[in-house]
């Protein structure tokens, strides 16, 4: 698309020729439905017996069990079954499942997820942790964070508060365990050539302010010795890497190396990260594990 030259300049001068045309390849793929089988209502096999008795074909998923890649249905389809509308299952991308599975939350810990709506990642981690986290959700805009509650509630993740608010402006009082930051962002690796983008050199300026504004603040938040996941849906190091390097180099916190998954496409990235390319499976996506000293 004439319109995004420049991004494919910028992804050329990040990542070199090879790369950046994995990228936009990636950018021109149509991928299939995924989901996430929420374990706070339902279990796998009563899933897969339901999916296939409507005759939902599907594919599982090596690194991670609760996920389902379908095959021959979208997401209106799959929308209007009893398993969707009970909340047994949320349709969700793989990519975006991979912060709550480094994160790895567990019963009574206290984290806060700093931009949850519209509350996939939130309620993944809650049931990650059995339902038995205590997990503070942050939306500062009204109307996604009543979605937000919806799809808590809907997900039955009870041990979740939903706030209405800035989380850059919580009162340095509250300590976490754990703090998820799936950071907004330009969108860089979930754009479909098929589709008007929204991305701009702009949008990309804005959100590396933000970005370490929310970063800044995570950090305050966050109790010593506690983890961090970082994440965006952005294949752009001035929104991932760069945005932690000053941190780090402060002393405030330390990598928490973390390993790709099997089968993962992955974009190289600073040593410990991971940059996952957008391909006919994945959205480009970028995950991030520090700890606070």
């Not at 995924?34 to 296939?52: F, H």
């Not at 850059?168 to 860089?188: E, N, Q, T, V, Y």
């Not at 995570?218 to 961090?228: I, P, Q, R, V």
């Amino acid at each position: 698309m004439e319109n995004l030259a420049w991004l494919r300049a910028r992804l050329f001068s990040a990542h070199g020729t090879e790369i950046s045309d994995k990228i936009w390849r990636g950018y021109e793929a149509a991928r299939p439905v995924t989901l996430r089988v929420n374990l706070l209502k339902s279990d796998i096999q009563n899933v897969t017996e339901s999916l296939s008795g409507l005759g939902i074909s599907f594919r599982s998923v090596d690194w991670y069990d609760s996920a389902l890649i379908i095959e021959n249905a979208r997401e209106p389809e799959l929308m209007q079954t009893a398993l969707f509308q009970k909340g047994e299952i949320y349709l969700q991308s793989l990519s975006s499942m991979l912060p709550p599975l480094y994160m790895e939350p567990y019963a009574d810990e206290n984290i806060l997820d700093m931009t949850a709506a519209p509350g996939g990642k939130t309620t993944q981690m809650s049931a990650l942790s059995g339902g038995r986290a205590f997990i503070t959700a942050c939306e500062r805009d009204s109307v996604r964070a009543e979605r937000l509650r919806y799809n808590v509630e809907k997900q039955g993740a009870s041990r979740v508060t939903v706030l209405t608010t800035d989380s850059a402006k919580l009162d340095d009082f509250f300590k976490f365990d754990k703090i998820l930051l799936d950071a907004p962002c330009s969108g860089s690796g979930t754009i479909y050539l098929t589709r008007p983008a929204k991305i701009s050199e702009k949008l990309i300026k804005n959100s590396s302010v933000l970005q370490k504004k929310l970063l800044a603040k995570a950090l305050k938040l966050l109790k010593k010795g506690g983890t961090l996941v970082y994440s965006t849906c952005s294949v752009l190091p001035c929104e991932n890497e760069e945005i932690l390097e000053p941190f780090l180099k402060s002393g405030e916190a330390e990598f928490l190396p973390i390993q790709p998954f099997s089968d993962l496409p992955i974009i190289p990235s600073k040593t410990g990260t991971i940059c996952v390319c957008p391909d006919e499976l994945f959205e480009g996506f970028f995950v991030a594990k520090i700890k606070k000293l």
